[in-house]
């Protein structure tokens, strides 16, 4: 189909249309963060960043890897792995979980991003934090406590 | 019985026709509707001020988009929204 | 197969308009070439608003949308139509439209059919949210005037409708002259505006 844009009724409106965004349709990933500006709590501090760390070393991936796959900032990879009190921002986190398989809006709660809205979840975030430690390999422990908290974040996806 | 010709390029639009493949000159299709069927499809052209021809395009595209969902295994439901329960609609 | 159509942008570095192409029907090659320019200039700008605290940051991050995956979902599908926007060899801008299934919800209106907007966006580099120095501007004008004459061509007499995120309702409200019927809360709170067909023959003049 043709369609006519009238050159004069452009020029007219190319001032007053300036500065203004025009996006229409949907927030970009599934829901929204708690606030504009705002930061919510993570349901339990240092369990997303660890979470990326073992799944991230599940793959034998260095940080290199990660930051590749994931196409984020190496130094936001680092900081999100050892800062636990850092909270990425969606984009990261979606960019995470689609790297590594994880269930987008779960990640969004557990980094961080949206208010919980699954209590079981923190639960099982504490769970999983206090099951797994820093080792260069993972460990039996750390590989199980892994498996069943990923097998946890995909059910009812 | 009545008859109804439909021209399908203007039922599908044009770049529609195009996306399709098919040439661009006009083709002429002949629907034949029972009365009953006639009957609902005037009432839908007065309710949505629409033609005859442009609410059986509608009618097509709804069939399309209703049908690729179902075809993902995806089911149909009608929801009321004051007693908050889902009804599904059973499409053919 | 597509139709191209001469549009106009305004170039903000030489301070004047330019000739545009509106392509209907966009293609794959096209969606694909929008994205490759776009993210990466995205993922910079982004990088920058973080590390100075910007707090509009997460509304910037929830504005971008992966347009290949909007494309593969709704090809061959007769209700969608995808518009582009080029100018100076790049996509300037997208927007991905339904022709059914959106019936309008002002009552003088409400249940006749429209062009409903799923989706509209300029590219990064012209997003005053986004950058200091905006591109090209018209983008917004020159898809949302496809969308009405889209609306007329289809019998819809102009109407059309959308969600706007947050930093694009006022050039719903005040340019564009739609009506804002408030927030939506199956839409994520976004407010939903639609036009009527006096507001589309104001929107044309």
């Known amino acids: ?157 | 019985m009545q008859v109804v010709y439909v021209d399908l390029l203007a039922t599908f639009g044009y770049s529609g026709f195009k996306r399709a493949g098919m040439p661009s000159d006009k083709k002429t299709m002949t629907l034949n509707l029972t009365e009953a069927e006639m009957e609902a499809l005037e009432k839908l052209s007065q309710q949505k001020d629409l033609s005859k021809t442009a609410v059986l395009r509608q009618a097509l595209r709804l069939y399309q988009l209703v049908d690729n969902r179902m075809a993902q295994g995806e089911t149909l439901y009608f929801e009321d929204k004051e007693k908050k329960n889902k009804s599904e609609l059973m499409v053919l | ?205």
């Open chain 3, 1 to 205: 197969m597509s139709d191209q159509s001469v549009a106009y942008l305004k170039d903000h570095i030489k301070g004047q308009l330019v000739e545009a192409v509106l392509i209907d029907g966009v293609s794959s090659d096209d969606v694909e070439r929008a994205e490759a320019a776009w993210q990466p200039f995205l993922v910079q700008e982004l990088d920058k608003h973080r590390r100075t605290g910007n707090p509009e940051i997460r509304q910037l991050e929830h504005s971008h949308w992966d347009w290949r995956k909007k494309h593969r979902a709704t090809e061959g599908l007769i209700a969608y139509r995808m518009f582009g926007v080029e100018c100076d060899g790049e996509v300037q801008g997208l927007m991905l439209v339904s022709t059914a299934g959106h019936p309008c919800r002002i009552d003088d209106q409400k249940g006749k059919e429209q062009v409903y907007v799923d989706f509209v966006a300029t590219a990064p580099w012209n997003s005053p949210m986004l950058v200091e120095a905006p591109r090209y501007g018209l983008v917004g004008r020159v898809l949302i005037a496809t969308a009405v004459q889209l609306s007329l061509a289809e019998g819809f007499r102009g109407r059309i409708g959308l969600h706007a995120l947050p930093q694009a309702e006022t050039f719903y409200a005040q340019k564009c002259g739609m009506t804002d019927l408030g927030k939506d809360i199956k839409k994520q709170g976004l407010r939903y505006f639609e036009m009527t067909p006096v507001q589309a023959a104001g929107f044309l003049q």
């Open chain 1, 1 to 157: 189909m043709k369609f006519t844009f009238d050159k004069e009724w452009l020029q007219r409106h190319a001032d007053s249309d300036q500065n203004l965004e025009i996006a229409a349709g949907s927030f970009s990933l599934d829901q929204l963060p708690p606030a504009m500006g705002e930061l919510a709590a993570s349901p339990q501090p240092g369990a997303f960043g660890r979470l990326i760390n073992l799944s991230r070393r599940k793959r034998g991936w260095t940080i290199e890897d990660l930051v590749a796959s994931a196409r984020i900032d190496a130094g936001e990879a680092i900081r999100i792995e050892h800062d636990s009190s850092y909270i990425p921002g969606p984009r990261t986190v979606y960019q995470l979980s689609t790297a590594l398989d994880l269930p987008r809006e779960r990640m969004l709660q557990l980094s961080g991003n949206m208010l919980l809205r699954d209590r079981r979840l923190g639960e099982q975030a504490v769970k999983f934090a206090a099951r797994s430690e820093s080792v260069e390999k993972l460990s039996r422990q750390e590989h199980q406590a892994l498996e069943e908290f990923v097998k946890y974040l995909n059910e009812s996806r």
